[in-house]
């Protein structure tokens, strides 16, 4: 199983990116999956999910209007289109996918983390 993140680089603030999860060895549409980061010296923290179906989504309050997290099942990827990009944005990004609802990801409760990505690190430039 493999979880491959790209699309983070260096953007000015208000700038935006698209960071692309490709997956490969699992069955994609069967698993919600999400996007954590990492910032320097800090946690890891949860930024947004997506379930099954793509039909519901759910974010971390800092993103919630900026960010979008989309799926494509034919495609077995996984999207997050980042606007109006702020210096603590900076982090590397983590995609990951389990079982469960976006909910249960967000709130790490039920089932654990089946699978990670490497990441992919995101700059905002003030």
């Known amino acids: 199983v493999q979880l491959q993140a790209s699309g983070g680089g260096l953007v000015q603030a208000g700038g935006s990116l698209r960071l692309s999860c490709a997956a490969s060895g699992l069955t994609f549409s069967s698993y919600t999956v999400g996007w954590f980061r990492q910032a320097p010296g800090k946690e890891r923290e949860f930024v947004a999910a997506?379930?099954?179906?793509?039909?519901?989504?759910v974010y971390v309050d800092s993103v919630r209007g900026r960010f979008t997290i989309s799926r494509d099942n034919a495609k077995n990827t996984m999207y997050l289109q980042m606007n109006s990009l702020k210096p603590e944005d900076t982090a590397v990004y983590y995609c990951?996918?389990?079982?469960?609802?976006?909910?249960?990801?967000?709130?790490?409760?039920?089932?654990?983390?089946?699978?990670w990505g490497k990441g992919t690190q995101v700059t905002v430039s003030s």
């Open positions: 997506i379930s099954q179906s793509g039909g519901i989504s």
């Open positions: 990951a996918a389990r079982m469960g609802s976006p909910a249960e990801m967000k709130l790490n409760i039920g089932s654990h983390i089946n699978y």
